[in-house]
């Protein structure tokens, strides 16, 4: 592992920072890279690190040099959350994703960063995800905000590239879910409040559950330290084909009703579903093709769907009451 993060003619191991560490994501990649005794710095703004400050964030990478970043900072939340909070969501990411590439041209463009990009991204008109399509049209209007940002570090990292060489993975994701996400359902992934609410139903007697939407929604799920794996792969070893973005991708999806049921059966008695159809559902269909990522991860193993939720369930079950 050590000779494989050593740079190349030096006898140092690479300095690998972890953005957003404290975040769902973060700390399920953390978990992956702790499990495997790769080193990392973790940075946070509760570690002192505001990504937002360009110039404090230049002080830090000065302090710390990284070689590798794994970009996990973002500030995100529910549909409703990213409608309600849009000036905000755009304004902090933005701000997030220039700080970042100006510091790290300043400092050391030789560093290559990692970025999970939700696959918001894609255009609103597509129910299949296919690299080359990503400019091919607007995103859906309930993530205007969180997906116009995610263009724009696109964007960014292009530039970044085209002016000062700094290279970048830009890893596209689907909906992640597993441990370690906020209870509170404005703030979290998708599956996860879904998950946290049949808990907080379980835990209190309850036998009836409101949820948003109509259910009829299609989505692609990936569970967070899958994702983790992906990352210590790239980290141990760049494998080729990662010059543009590639999905992270099953090639499969659920609607909304189905994976309820899923999560049903991981209680010993069922729940009385009602649908809040004055929420939003989002896009109808966000399934991600898989040709490009078999490619160039023809190996890789997701987790099995049912031990994913299984694992969630329980988090839930541990941090409860909520």
């Known amino acids: ?55 404090q964030t230049i002080t830090w990478f000065a302090k710390n040099k990284p070689d590798i970043i794994i970009n996990c900072a973002a500030h995100v939340g529910s549909l409703n959350y990213v409608t309600r909070q849009a000036a905000d969501i755009i304004g902090d990411n933005s701000r997030m994703i220039l700080s970042m590439y100006e510091a790290i041209a300043k400092v050391n463009p030789d560093c290559l960063i990692i970025n999970p990009i939700a696959n918001c991204t894609y255009p609103a008109v597509d129910e299949k995800f296919v690299e080359d399509d990503i400019w091919k049209g607007p995103v859906h209007s309930s993530v205007y905000a969180y997906g116009g940002a ?75 330290k899958d994702f983790g794996r992906i990352v210590l792969q790239v980290i141990q070893k760049t494998p080729l084909g990662l010059a543009e973005p590639i999905n992270v991708a099953q090639n499969f999806g659920l609607s909304i009703k189905e994976l309820v049921s899923v999560i049903q059966q991981h209680f010993r008695h069922s729940f009385v579903i009602k649908w809040d159809v004055s929420m939003p559902d989002g896009a109808p269909k966000k399934v991600m093709d898989d040709i490009r990522f078999r490619k160039v991860f023809p190996k890789f193993q997701f987790t099995n769907f049912g031990k994913g939720i299984e694992e969630t369930v329980a988090y839930y079950q541990k941090i409860f009451p909520y």
């Open 150 to 224: 995610k263009r724009f570090l696109l964007m960014v990292a292009k530039s970044f590239e085209m002016e000062y060489q700094v290279k970048s993975i830009q890893l596209l994701v689907p909906n992640m879910y597993g441990p370690f996400d906020s209870p509170d359902p404005d703030k979290a992934h998708a599956l996860n409040a879904l998950a946290s609410r049949f808990v907080k139903a379980d835990k209190l007697g309850n036998k009836e559950i409101t949820l948003w939407g109509s259910g009829v929604a299609i989505r692609e799920w990936l569970y967070a």
């Open 1 to 55: 592992m050590q000779k494989a993060l050593k740079q190349a003619g030096k006898n140092e191991i690479m300095k690998i920072v972890l953005l957003g560490a404290n975040g769902f994501v973060g700390t399920n990649v953390a978990a992956v890279l702790n499990e495997n005794k790769v080193p990392f710095l973790r940075a946070s703004r509760k570690s002192g690190l505001d990504l937002r400050e360009v110039s």
